[in-house]
């Protein structure tokens, strides 16, 4: 293991979280069987107690959740120098195994704890508990993905072994050489990758204004959201990136965190994910809307979820937007140069 503050900081953090979700699951699964809002049994009333912990404790672990995404890819990336052939956060995460795993499962579970913390919040705001079995499945199958991340993340830094030669990112996305997957987003057409990106998010846009105006199509919006959320991903690689390095063979989606490109990687994804989870969580609370003792409030914060969904995706094209139109780089179908 390599004794570096911000590795320490990142298995902490993975450690407490875990303890605290094993504890919150511990009475959830109680809180499943057992929970009758119009029982006075003892066992009813002592749940009632708890949830009230519970729902406290889950809030801030899931806000740690949610940073230590970008806590875990700023260490990948302050780690590069002290591996040999590691330029960035991709030499890095590629010393051992379970380094892209890992991330795999932090992104993951960025997006789910975010979605519990969208269903807590709109179950608070009922006087009868009514979304609170919904919530505590949902922490049920997000328990032992966290487990998991917590189990790979810690195989992956305490098996850091500093003599290992590992490879550039120049040689995982490269659009040569289609050895992986990350060569075979970054050997996708550069134009027409960013053509359907443009083609996909005006869509989604459209879709999220008409449900904010309207409210119709929230089930497809939310679907939207995570396709046009995947597919920016994509574009990052195979187009975006060549944009901001102004280079046609650069592909990598880490390199853009650096501070020599302003760490406008770092913006582009808080703006990213933040966009995904809230116009996912337009399609989680869609079936609630009926609910008697949230109809008041559910059908206003579900359209506010999709506006605030809708802001964000417009602000991330008008980033790409920008960088494209004052980058140098000119790419052709025929000729980069």
């Not at 889950?58 to 890819?73: D, E, K, N, R, T």
């Not at 052939?85 to 991709?90: I, K, L, Y």
């Not at 049920?140 to 992956?156: D, H, K």
């Not at 802001?311 to 780089?329: E, G, Q």
């Amino acid at each position: 293991m390599i004794l570096h503050p911000s590795v320490i900081a990142n298995l902490l953090a993975s450690y407490i979280s875990s303890g605290m979700v094993l504890y919150a699951m511990f009475y959830g699964v109680q809180i499943l069987r057992y929970w009758d809002i119009q029982s006075g049994h003892e066992l009813q009333l002592v749940l009632e107690r708890k949830t009230y912990l519970i729902s406290t404790l889950l809030s801030y672990v899931f806000g740690l959740q949610l940073l230590s995404l970008f806590l875990f890819i700023f260490t990948a990336d302050s780690l590069a120098p002290l591996f040999v052939g590691a330029m960035c956060a991709v030499g890095t995460l590629n010393v051992d195994p379970y380094g892209y795993p890992a991330l795999t499962l932090k992104i993951l579970n960025f997006i789910l704890a975010g979605l519990w913390l969208i269903l807590n919040y709109a179950d608070n705001q009922g006087y009868d508990y009514p979304l609170i079995k919904r919530k505590y499945q949902l922490l049920a199958f997000v328990a032992p993905v966290i487990i998991l991340e917590m189990i790979l993340e810690s195989a992956y830094f305490l098996g850091m072994k500093p003599d290992v030669i590992t490879s550039c990112c120049g040689s995982l996305f490269s659009s040569e050489r289609v050895t992986g997957l990350g060569s075979e987003i970054a050997s996708m057409p550069a134009l027409p990758m960013l053509w359907f990106f443009y083609g996909v998010m005006s869509c989604t846009l459209i879709c999220g204004i008409v449900f904010y105006l309207k409210g119709l199509g929230g089930y497809l919006y939310a679907a939207l959201s995570l396709l046009i959320f995947l597919i920016s991903l994509a574009a990052i690689i195979s187009s975006i990136s060549l944009y901001i390095y102004e280079l046609p063979t650069h592909h990598c989606p880490f390199c853009i965190i650096m501070e020599e490109y302003s760490y406008i990687g770092y913006l582009l994804y808080i703006i990213l994910f933040g966009a995904v989870v809230s116009g996912l969580g337009v399609g989680v609370l869609s079936p609630s809307r009926n609910v008697e003792s949230l109809k008041l409030m559910l059908s206003g914060f579900i359209r506010k979820l999709a506006l605030t969904s809708v802001i964000l995706y417009a602000a991330f094209t008008a980033l790409v937007t920008y960088k494209i139109v004052s980058s140098s780089l000119v790419i052709s179908y025929e000729v980069v140069y």
